[in-house]
Structures are given as C-alpha cells and as structure tokens.
C-alpha cells in the first residue's frame, strides 16, 4: 500500500520559515519524481515544486522562488520543501505527489501526471 505522509505544516507570522516534509513507503521511492502542490481555500490546487528522482533537476514556481526549496533524501524515503519569507499569501494545505511515469527524465508542472497523494499538511502564515 502506498504512502505519502506530509508533515512539518503549521502557523507561522508572516516573514518565518518552515520545512515540510513527505515520507513515502509502498513505493520504490528513489524511482519516483516528486512533488509539492498547495491548495488555498477556494482555489484550486496548484504546482509549487518538483524534483527529479535522483535529485538533479528542480524546478519552483516563480512565486516561490528564491524563497522555497525542494530537496529530497533517498536513504529516507522523503522529500522536503524548505520555505522562508512566507507570506499570508502562501496559506494553504500543502501536498506531496509523486510522477505516475518512472521514466521521466524532466520534471512536470502538470497534476493530472502525479499517481500518489498524501493526505496534506496546512500552513498558515498570519500575525
């Protein structure tokens, strides 16, 4: 059975950092590209973040670059998503995917290519 469990979310004031993580099992983890996504209340869900499986490709949305980092640990099945200088505009709930096609070689913004969910972590960013 797979997993996805995301972790790390919270309240934090305007200007703060936090680290989300996601830890897999079910799958064979260092196949999989993977993903971050966020969700703000009545939007719907966008691409914040991707990494190839063995880590040597990224890619970040322009809203969260240079502010937000992906980054992934094989050995521990998880992926990570550092975030600093968040703003209230970055409250959301926060979930982990990974790539349907294990030979991708590129990172895909597209959601509708993501196989596996977690269950998500909510940030909120507010004084």
């Known amino acids: 059975q797979v997993q996805l469990v995301e972790s790390g979310g919270g309240l934090v004031q305007p200007g703060g950092s936090l680290r989300l993580s996601c830890a897999a099992s079910?799958?064979?983890?260092?196949?999989?590209?993977m993903a971050w996504f966020r969700q703000a209340p009545g939007k719907e869900r966008e691409f914040v973040a991707a990494?190839?499986?063995?880590?040597?490709?990224?890619t970040h949305r322009d809203f969260v670059k240079d502010r937000f980092t992906i980054s992934r640990v094989d050995a521990k099945n998880t992926v990570y998503l550092q975030m600093t200088s968040l703003k209230p505009d970055d409250t959301a709930v926060y979930y982990c995917?990974?790539?349907?096609?294990?030979?991708?070689?590129?990172?895909?913004?597209?959601?509708?290519?993501?196989?596996?969910w977690g269950q998500g972590t909510q940030v909120t960013v507010s004084s």
């Open positions: 995917a990974a790539d349907h096609d294990v030979w991708r070689t590129w990172v895909t913004e597209s959601i509708n290519e993501y196989i596996y």
């Open positions: 990494i190839t499986r063995n880590g040597g490709a990224r």
């Open positions: 079910g799958i064979t983890f260092n196949r999989y590209n």
